[in-house]
Nanobody
Framework: QVQLVESGGGLVQGGGSLRLSCQAS????????MGWYRQTPGKQRELVAT???????VFGESVMDRSSITRDGATNTIFLEMTGLKQEDTGVYYC?????????????????WGQGTQVTVSS
């Protein structure tokens, strides 16, 4: 039972910044990737940023120059920092976690999603 606790969403002014965090717990396997995706009304869920257990990061094109993501491996927590927020950044942000490991005779990968946290950017 993997639990994801998300925090940091809310209302921000255009041009402002925010900090989102996500902590994963309850995994019996090795957590590989953690990251954030967002769902903008009327659009497909898209990548914001991910970070691997090795520290490799990947950013969505629209946020690449104004985002950073870090990871605390000891607590399985990631932190997303975004600056220069735009109205188009408004949406529900979801934490996503991958884990992997051997379960019996099978190697398996897991994919888990948080409940989402609303980010609203005002004009």
């Amino acid at each position: 039972q993997v639990q994801l606790v998300e925090s940091g969403g809310g209302l921000v002014q255009g041009g402002g910044s925010l900090r989102l965090s996500c902590q994963a717990s309850g995994s019996a396997f090795f957590i590989t990737d953690m990251g954030w995706y967002r769902q903008t009304p009327g659009k497909q869920r898209e990548l914001v940023a991910t970070i691997t257990n090795r520290g490799r990061t990947v950013f969505g094109e629209s946020v690449m120059d104004r985002s950073s993501i870090t990871r605390d491996g000891a607590t399985n927590t990631i932190f997303l920092e975004m600056t220069g927020l735009k109205q188009e950044d408004t949406g529900v942000y979801y934490c996503n976690v991958h884990d992997e490991g051997l379960e019996g005779d099978y190697f398996r990968r897991g994919d888990y999603w948080g409940q989402g946290t609303q980010v609203t950017v005002s004009s």
